[in-house]
């Protein structure tokens, strides 16, 4: 069973920067997908970025440009730089992967505020 880890949610300013990271641990097989999520005030959550084997990356629109996504060498550490936040990223992000089977997994989210 894999446990994921979150960390390095918290509040911040308008512009301001936070690095969030998502630690798989357990029993881990080769991790084919690696994502974050957020879920805003409301019902909708949506993808914020992703990154498969290989090094491909993806981003929601409203994140272009702003957030990085990565992982570490060893494939089980996902890490969400996100810089020149705004309001209206606002949410609980949560981390997500799928292993090499299509078994995914859920970390237990972790507030991320940003207001003046």
């Known amino acids: 069973q894999v446990h994921l880890v979150e960390s390095g949610g918290g509040s911040v300013q308008p512009g301001g920067s936070l690095r969030l990271s998502c630690a798989a641990t357990?029993?881990?097989?080769?991790?084919?997908?690696m994502a974050w999520y957020r879920r805003p005030p409301g019902p909708q959550g949506e993808l914020v970025a992703g990154?498969?084997?290989?090094?491909?990356?993806n981003y929601a629109d409203s994140v272009m440009g702003r957030f990085t996504i990565s992982r570490d060498s060893a494939g089980n550490t996902v890490y969400l730089q996100m810089n020149s936040l705004k309001p209206e990223d606002t949410a609980v992000y949560y981390c997500?992967?799928?292993?090499?089977?299509?078994?995914?997994?859920w970390g237990q989210g972790t507030q991320v505020t940003v207001s003046a």
């Open positions: 997500n992967v799928v292993d090499d089977l299509g078994f995914g997994s």
């Open positions: 990154i498969f084997n290989g090094g491909t990356t």
């Open positions: 357990g029993s881990v097989r080769r991790l084919s997908a």
